[in-house]
């Protein structure tokens, strides 16, 4: 059974940065998808970045393109966000998710495992 847990989530002002860890266990890792998501109060949740893992391969949604970078440790079966810049509207829970099902990466209905989320607070 796959498990995903996010850390790293917190407050932080406009401008800082924070960087969130994604553990995967009971998932074959490697050459598979992961990626980050994020959902405000009242809005749908929205894809932010992904990666292929075991590959150079990213993707990101326009809104964080330069601010926000993904990475993985593939010896730690783990999937980084690291998020600089940071502005208030990036406020929201973050999720990550893995097994991912084909279509749009950054498609909330393509992926099928998600972890438990981490908040993310950004004060102006």
């Known amino acids: 059974q796959v498990q995903l847990v996010e850390s790293g989530g917190g407050s932080v002002q406009a401008g800082g940065s924070l960087r969130l860890s994604c553990a995967a266990s009971g998932y074959t890792y490697s050459k598979y998808y992961m990626g980050w998501f994020r959902q405000a109060p009242g809005k749908e949740r929205e894809g932010v970045a992904a990666?292929?893992?075991?590959?150079?391969?990213?993707y990101y949604a326009d809104s964080v393109k330069g601010r926000f970078t993904i990475s993985q440790d593939n010896a730690k079966n783990t999937v980084y966000l690291q998020m600089d810049s940071l502005k208030p509207e990036d406020t929201a829970m973050y999720y990550c998710?893995?097994?991912?099902?084909?279509?749009?990466?950054?498609?909330?209905?393509?992926?099928?495992?998600w972890g438990q989320g981490t908040q993310v607070t950004v004060s102006s």
């Open positions: 990666i292929r893992t075991g590959t150079i391969y990213t």
């Open positions: 998710a893995a097994d991912f099902s084909g279509g749009s990466v950054l498609e909330a209905a393509t992926w099928n495992v």
